[in-house]
């Protein structure tokens, strides 16, 4: 049984900072690549970043300077977001797959408004 669960979401003021945290139940090195999305209201869920086993990271070219996935060693993946705007707006989800399966967290709900 894989779960996942974000944390860290809240109301942040624009040009702010926030880091999300994705608690995995597994090792997340178990995971081929694991990652974060987000869907803004309205909106399909859209790519932030991702990083793979290796830590080879990806960024959404909109995103790339301002949002930085990183890890432990153990089982948490985080998104560090810095210079927030109120764009940025939406529910990030955490994503891990191994092979052809693919898991998602609940959501953490972001808010940059002042």
């Known amino acids: 049984q894989v779960q996942l669960v974000e944390s860290g979401g809240g109301l942040v003021q624009p040009g702010g900072s926030l880091r999300l945290s994705c608690a995995a139940s597994r090792s997340i090195f178990e995971f081929n690549v694991m990652g974060w999305y987000r869907q803004a209201p309205g909106k399909q869920r859209e790519l932030v970043s991702t990083?793979?086993?290796?830590?080879?990271t990806n960024y959404a070219d909109s995103l790339k300077g301002r949002f930085t996935i990183s890890r432990d060693n153990v089982k948490t993946v985080y998104l560090q977001m810095n210079s927030l705007k109120p764009e940025d707006t939406a529910v990030y989800y955490c994503?891990?797959?191994?092979?052809?399966?693919?898991?998602w967290g609940q959501g953490t709900q972001v808010t940059v408004s002042s």
């Open positions: 994503n891990a797959k191994i092979l052809a399966a693919n898991y």
């Open positions: 990083i793979n086993v290796g830590g080879v």
